[in-house]
């Protein structure tokens, strides 16, 4: 079930690119989903970036029965209870790595490039972000977490150590409780990782305010791109 490098869609505000964002969706939808976030990011959009948003591969979800959905790993029910899906997470992170490789490849330094996902998305994004070889300009966490933390210390890179992160999550998400949004923040944290935290009067979704957050955020890291021309 390994996702084409080429299954996706991209967006392009310039004729001149200096940078890259890509968005990971969440579960049970596709790229498509990702453009309610690009669309709105006004003020990024002065800047030459080339938006992707890749889709998922198409995978049996334990927790749905079974029923085929677009997903970046299995979810077997309660990690409390549960195994992780770590082959599919491991899986989905060396694609994720393939496409940042892919923009380095046609000159987008990857401390000019910004990762960042949706839920299920966002979690992937944090995962495959740290373990990166190369050190990227921002990771970006939307009511997302994060995965197999016990591992973190051991299978980070040194690359994006110092990577910033910003992680917003709702205080009323039903699917990935607040509380367990900040216990991997704190664990970031503790590890030396510069997280940004934004906790929004809201459920397991986007708000226009947290478009707000994100754009800027994203201008400040990528900003420099373009005057370094």
Known sequence: MTPRDDDLIEAY??????????????LGVNAA???GIISRMRRSWELGLHHVAPNAPLRPITVNAG????????VTGDPADTPVDREGIEESTRHIH?????????????????????????????HAGLRYPHGLGGIVVLSGELLLADELIHERDPANLH???????GRDDPIIPLQEARHGRDLLVESGHPVTWHELPMGHGVLPEEIEIIDAWSYAILAPAAAEG
């Open 33 to 35: 989903d990702m453009d």
């Open 13 to 26: 505000t310039r004729p001149r690119v200096v940078a890259c964002t890509l968005w990971l969706h969440g």
């Open 67 to 74: 029923r085929h959905t677009r997903a970046w790993f299995d």
């Open 163 to 169: 990577t910033p992160v910003l992680m917003i999550h």
């Open 98 to 126: 393939r496409l940042l490789d892919r923009e380095r490849a046609r000159g987008i330094a990857s401390r000019h490039t910004i990762l960042g996902g949706f839920s299920q998305g966002g979690a992937l994004a944090l």
